[in-house]
């Protein structure tokens, strides 16, 4: 098999999984589920960080310089300017130029406002960010995103840390159909079944953070779920067979078996 790499912006890749490094039960179990990810991109909320003193914070010490590209997010922004300053911040104090918008319109289910995310999107682009904008699963803001300059897309499969896995794999498909920048699964997805099934619709990657953080055994799950997106990749690759409404020998079956006989078969 080729070497499968894949971009956003200028950065080339290997790995499909961006890992995020909140919720875990120690720095030690962080550390270790990162290497067992094989993830090249992380991602945190800049909430979590100390702008005053970056190289101090406890999410980012652990990280070796210069080995991963870093993904902050706006989470906890209610509106486009919250998110903007947020974006502002981080690259004021080094992290990054990359940014993934995440604006919540709703305490209880924390849907992102699309309008708001769109608006934030807009502004960033136009000031040099590389954005990533979390978005519900809807292929016509997927496609304003897109032309807003969004240098990728990340529509969700579900609300944030439900772990339902993807309630509406039609739309995502669409998504994928339709973009042509990465599409990148995001929340909600609960298990390896989750990721591999993303990536046989045709993702570029997924990101998780709770169902490896949470899990009972979270390096064991990082493994778990790099396993699952490599392989959904390959079966993306492959191509699955078509869908049929009824059944099918796969031994050949059908010719051999018998069949009435006609007038013809004993001569005149």
Same mark, same amino acid.
């Given at each position: 098999?080729?070497?499968?790499?894949?971009?956003?912006?200028?950065?080339?890749?290997?790995?499909?999984?961006?890992?995020?490094?909140?919720?875990?039960?120690?720095?030690?179990?962080?550390?270790?589920?990162?290497?067992?990810?094989?993830?090249?991109?992380?991602?945190?909320?800049?909430?979590?960080?100390?702008?005053?003193?970056?190289?101090?914070?406890?999410?980012?010490?652990?990280?070796?310089?210069?080995?991963?590209?870093?993904?902050?997010?706006?989470? &906890?922004?209610? /509106? $486009?300017?919250? !998110?903007?300053?947020?974006?502002? @911040?981080?690259?004021?104090?080094? #992290?990054?130029?990359?940014?993934?918008?995440?604006?919540?319109?709703?305490?209880?289910?924390?849907?992102?406002?699309?309008?708001?995310?769109?608006?934030?999107?807009?502004?960033?682009?136009?000031?040099?960010?590389?954005?990533?904008?979390?978005?519900?699963?809807?292929?016509?803001?997927?496609?304003?995103?897109?032309?807003?300059?969004?240098?990728?897309?990340?529509?969700?499969?579900?609300?944030?840390?439900?772990?339902?896995?993807?309630?509406?794999?039609?739309?995502?498909?669409?998504?994928?159909?339709?973009?042509?920048?990465?599409?990148?699964?995001?929340? &909600?997805?609960? /298990? $390896?079944?989750? !990721?591999?099934?993303?990536?046989? @619709?045709?993702?570029?990657?997924? #990101?998780?953070?709770?169902?490896?953080?949470?899990?009972?055994?979270?390096?064991?799950?990082?493994?778990?779920?790099?396993?699952?997106?490599?392989?959904?990749?390959?079966?993306?690759?492959?191509?699955?067979?078509?869908?049929?409404?009824?059944?099918?020998?796969?031994?050949?079956?059908?010719?051999?078996?018998?069949?009435?006989?006609?007038?013809?078969?004993?001569?005149?």
């Amino acid at each position: 098999m080729l070497k499968d790499t894949w971009r956003i912006g200028e950065c080339e890749m290997t790995s499909r999984f961006f890992l995020g490094t909140g919720l875990f039960p120690s720095p030690f179990v962080q550390q270790e589920a990162i290497a067992a990810s094989g993830a090249e991109v992380l991602t945190f909320a800049i909430r979590r960080v100390n702008l005053e003193s970056v190289e101090d914070d406890s999410i980012l010490q652990h990280v070796e310089p210069g080995s991963f590209t870093f993904l902050p997010n706006t989470s &906890g922004a209610r /509106t $486009a300017d919250e !998110a903007v300053r947020i974006a502002r @911040l981080a690259r004021a104090s080094g #992290l990054s130029d990359w940014v993934k918008v995440e604006i919540s319109a709703s305490d209880k289910t924390l849907l992102p406002d699309p309008i708001e995310t769109l608006r934030a999107t807009e502004q960033l682009v136009k000031e040099g960010f590389t954005v990533l904008p979390y978005i519900s699963d809807d292929p016509v803001i997927c496609r304003r995103l897109e032309e807003a300059g969004a240098a990728a897309i990340m529509p969700g499969g579900a609300p944030i840390g439900t772990g339902l896995g993807i309630l509406n794999s039609y739309n995502l498909g669409l998504i994928i159909e339709e973009a042509s920048v990465p599409v990148i699964v995001d929340a &909600g997805l609960g /298990t $390896a079944s989750d !990721a591999a099934l993303s990536m046989e @619709l045709g993702a570029s990657a997924v #990101l998780m953070n709770t169902p490896v953080a949470k899990a009972k055994d979270p390096v064991g799950m990082a493994l778990a779920m790099k396993l699952a997106i490599e392989a959904g990749r390959l079966a993306y690759l492959s191509g699955r067979v078509p869908k049929k409404r009824y059944a099918s020998a796969s031994s050949g079956l059908e010719s051999m078996m018998l069949k009435p006989a006609s007038a013809g078969d004993f001569g005149s």
